[in-house]
């Protein structure tokens, strides 16, 4: 797949996930500086998303996906994955009030971007 960042083209790192295969496990941090593997939310339904918070339209995707989430049951965890220090996603998920969404960070061991495929080489951000 040929993806492009202002018209340039870029490299993906790792392996794309395509339909059908086994999620690949990873460590991610959370807004406390834990570890957080998608194995530990074994048996739960998760959505992954991977939005930089810093930008317009992923502020509005996350808003959105917090409002769509109190309609989901308490079964369902959102999980908003990127490369922003965890400092920056809680302050911002305090200013937005985002209380249903979990936001993780991929900048420590980058394991999510590389095991799905998403991290651009170029950048050091994931795709989405």
Same mark, same amino acid.
């Given at each position: 797949?040929?993806?492009?960042? @202002?018209? &340039? =083209?870029?490299?993906?790192?790792?392996? @794309?996930?395509?339909?059908?295969?086994?999620? =690949?496990?990873?460590?991610?941090?959370?807004?406390?500086? &834990? =570890?957080?593997?998608?194995?530990?939310?074994?048996?739960?339904?998760?959505?992954?998303?991977?939005?930089?918070?810093?930008?317009?339209?992923?502020?509005? +995707?996350?808003?959105?996906?917090? @409002?769509?989430?109190?309609?989901?049951? +308490?079964?369902?965890?959102? %999980?908003?994955?990127?490369?922003?220090? =965890?400092?920056? @996603?809680?302050?911002?998920?305090?200013?937005?009030?985002?209380?249903?969404?979990?936001?993780?960070?991929? %900048?420590?061991?980058? +394991?999510?971007?590389?095991? %799905?495929?998403?991290?651009? &080489? +170029?950048?050091?951000?994931?795709?989405?």
């Amino acid at each position: 797949m040929k993806v492009t960042f @202002q018209g &340039n =083209p870029i490299t993906l790192k790792g392996t @794309q996930v395509k339909v059908g295969d086994t999620a =690949p496990d990873f460590t991610v941090v959370d807004n406390d500086l &834990n =570890p957080l593997k998608l194995s530990d939310t074994k048996g739960k339904r998760v959505f992954l998303t991977v939005p930089s918070i810093d930008t317009s339209v992923c502020d509005t +995707e996350v808003r959105r996906f917090n @409002q769509e989430a109190t309609k989901l049951g +308490e079964d369902v965890t959102i %999980y908003t994955i990127s490369m922003d220090l =965890p400092f920056a @996603q809680g302050r911002w998920c305090g200013g937005a009030g985002i209380d249903r969404v979990k936001t993780v960070s991929d %900048y420590k061991d980058r +394991e999510f971007g590389n095991n %799905y495929g998403v991290y651009i &080489n +170029e950048l050091g951000l994931l795709s989405r």
